[in-house]
């Protein structure tokens, strides 16, 4: 078993490639704690997916956010394919309890938000959040028409996300 090098800096160093796993190796792993010890073996270590790209991590939830202080970073307008190519922003932001975020909106909310701000302002960056998100709850009958929530005609919830 070869363990893989990084490149050397020198221009006439030689490069070591490493070996895959021999059918043998695949064959024994039988748990993760195997496939974790035999990857770090036969790459000098493991590196932690973390250090991919910009450390920024997805939101899963808007409402995570609500009420808590964050500072937003940059936006960046997006198309998505899947919904006739409507516009959206992706907002990198920090929180104070330091956690690197990105968030995602199409709505008339935060999106419309940023769209005005950088009308106004010229900014796609720099806004601090002290009070963070709060969120808008309404309903929504057959038609996804908007209907007062806890009226006969109220089939779901629709929600809107804006920039406290």
Known sequence: MSNAKS???????????????STEQLAGVKSFEDAVRLAAQQ????????????????????????????VIMEWEYGKHLQYGLSKFVIVRLVTA????????????????????????????????????????????????EIVEIGAADQTSKGRTFYIA
């Open 97 to 144: 309890q330091n956690e690197k975020v990105i968030i995602t909106d199409g709505s008339t909310g935060i999106m419309r938000q940023l769209e005005t701000m950088k009308e106004v302002e010229g900014r796609l960056g720099g806004i601090n959040c002290q009070e963070g998100l709060r969120v808008s709850e309404y309903g929504l009958n057959d038609a996804q």
């Open 43 to 70: 790459h000098d270590g493991l590196v932690d997916s973390l250090e991919l790209g910009d450390g920024f991590r997805i939101c899963d939830d808007k409402d995570k956010l609500v009420g808590k202080h964050f």
């Open 7 to 21: 490149p050397a800096t020198k221009p006439d160093a030689e490069i070591v490639v490493p070996q895959r796993f």
